[in-house]
């Protein structure tokens, strides 16, 4: 037979145990959605989306993961560097690794406070760049 | 501050799963699944819907981190939908699901350090009439995270999935490659040590 004190501790567990998530975050769907738009043939979502920095945002939405995204920004500095031949580090350079180091960071709180500034120093012209890089990285 | 992310992870109280029919589910899931085999975009978006939350809260009581069970639960879909035109149903959609899920955490302890991110204040809606005291829920919710990692992975398992998974004993017993009897024993010491650890840190 339970003793109050064993009962009492039975059901505190239990209580514990059944406190759910009982929604998914907004961040969960959105990445839901982009993965389906990706599986289901249908990228050319990213294409379609009028600006620059709205492709990416589409894109960085569609990964795996953040650290996929991270590892893609990181690609992206050293191919920005093949392509331009440039030798010096330009503030371009800094921003990039800086979104990476964000992403890297696989915290989604920090990142989804952090990202939005951070491609606001991006130039239209850089954006493409990254985007045309990641997609290929990615997909 | 609270941002929308925050605000949309509410915990809750008990509740009893949904009252739909077991026996509807899986068929609503095995002709889901076929579906999906064939391209159904809508059918994937319906068998997320319904599968989201049992795999996000075993996945988040697993490994103890929201954006973690996020990618995973994530991973997992795909893992569906990539598999999809290979799926039999000969066994449940559920073990099925969750036996994917079961591998990707596996991948993810082996690639990560086992570490605790438990849940913040933040993470419980205030204005939740459900949530008596935000205080309390969370200090109940580190400390069962922080229990749940205390426990040897077969125990942690067998208890989370009798929680989380919708399954019937007998189903997750074969999913875990274990005895009935030897998944109740399972479950029964995951109780009891937890219920030692509540009490030691309470």
Redesign the interface.
């Known amino acids: 037979m339970n003793t109050p004190d064993k009962q009492s ?2 059901d ?17 769907e959105r ?2 959605e982009a ?2 738009l990706r ?2 043939r ?1 990228i050319d979502g990213i294409a379609e989306q009028p600006q620059p920095r709205q492709k990416l945002w589409f894109l960085s939405q569609s990964v ?3 650290s996929a995204l991270a590892a893609s920004l990181a690609l992206v500095v050293g191919l920005w560097h093949f392509n331009t031949e440039r030798q010096d580090v330009s503030p371009h350079d800094l921003h990039i690794l800086e979104g990476s180091k964000i992403l890297q960071n ?4 920090t990142l ?2 952090s990202l939005e500034p951070t491609l606001e120093l991006f130039d239209d012209e850089l954006l493409e760049f990254l985007i045309a890089v990641s997609y290929e990285n990615i997909y | 501050m609270h ?4 605000r ?8 009893p799963h949904s009252s739909t029919s077991k026996d509807s589910d899986l068929i609503d899931d095995d002709h889901t699944m076929l579906a999906i085999a064939m ?1 159904d ?1 809508v059918a ?2 319906a068998l ?1 819907d319904r599968w ?2 049992p795999l ?2 075993f996945i ?1 009581r697993s490994i103890g981190s ?3 069970a ?2 995973l ?3 997992v ?2 893992q569906v ?2 598999s999809a035109p290979h799926y039999r149903a000969e066994g449940t959609f559920s073990a099925w699901l969750f036996a994917i899920a079961r591998g990707k955490l596996k991948h993810e302890w082996r690639r990560r350090q086992r570490r605790i991110q438990p849940g913040t204040l933040e993470d419980i809606d205030p204005a939740d009439p459900k949530a008596s005291s935000s205080q309390a ?1 969370l200090e ?2 580190e ?2 995270l922080a229990g749940l990692q205390t426990l040897p992975e077969s125990q942690r398992e067998a ?1 989370l999935m009798s ?2 998974s919708k399954m019937e004993s007998r189903e997750i017993a074969e999913t875990l490659g274990v005895s009935s009897n030897h998944l109740y024993v399972l479950i029964h010491r995951a ?1 009891e040590q ?2 030692q650890f ?2 030691k840190h309470s």
């Open positions: 501790g039975d505190r567990i239990e209580s514990a145990l059944k406190r759910e998530i009982t929604h998914t975050s907004a961040s969960l990445r839901f993965m389906h599986l289901t249908d795996r993961t953040w696989e915290d989604l709180l989804n406070q | 941002t929308s992310r925050q949309a992870l509410k915990m809750s109280p008990p509740e391209g975009g994937f978006r997320f989201k939350l996000l809260n988040y929201h954006a973690d996020e990618d639960t994530l991973m879909f795909e939908w990539k829920i109940e919710e400390l069962l208890l929680v989380h109780r937890l219920k509540f009490e």
